[in-house]
Nanobody, 120 residues
Framework: VQLQASGGGLVQAGGSLRLSCAAS????????MGWFRQAPGKQRELVAI???????VYADFVKSRFTISRDNAKNTIWLQMNTLKAEDTADYFC???????????????WGQGTQVTVSS
């Protein structure tokens, strides 16, 4: 199983970016998927999570600015980030809780980070 994240880059404060993350490989069922981020010298923190039924949870610092969405058929999630701030600069990691087969337990997978840099 692989999680491929993309969409990071350099943007000016107030701008927008859209991250995407696709899970591929031997997948039986995907439960929740989400995004975390880690800024230099800081701990990794939750950004947003979306369940397989579309329920969402956001960190307080991104509410009303970021939107997480999902296509279950494609095992893909997106993170639309608007009104970006310098403090949003970080590596963004996607995660998925999934089963590789009906006999395997749910397991958490992580993708590689995609860097977001917001210039002020």
């Amino acid at each position: 199983v692989q999680l491929q994240a993309s969409g990071g880059g350099l943007v000016q404060a107030g701008g927008s970016l859209r991250l995407s993350c696709a899970a591929s490989g031997s997948i039986f069922r995907v439960d929740h998927m989400g995004w975390f981020r880690q800024a230099p010298g800081k701990q990794r923190e939750l950004v947003a999570i979306i369940s397989d039924t579309g329920d969402t949870v956001y960190a307080d610092f991104v509410k009303s600015r970021f939107t997480i969405s999902r296509d279950n058929a494609k095992n893909t999630i997106w993170l639309q980030m608007n009104t970006l701030k310098a403090e949003d600069t970080a590596d963004y990691f996607c995660t998925a809780n999934l089963k590789e087969s009906s006999l395997r337990p749910l397991r958490e997978y992580w993708g590689q980070g995609t860097q977001v840099t917001v210039s002020s």
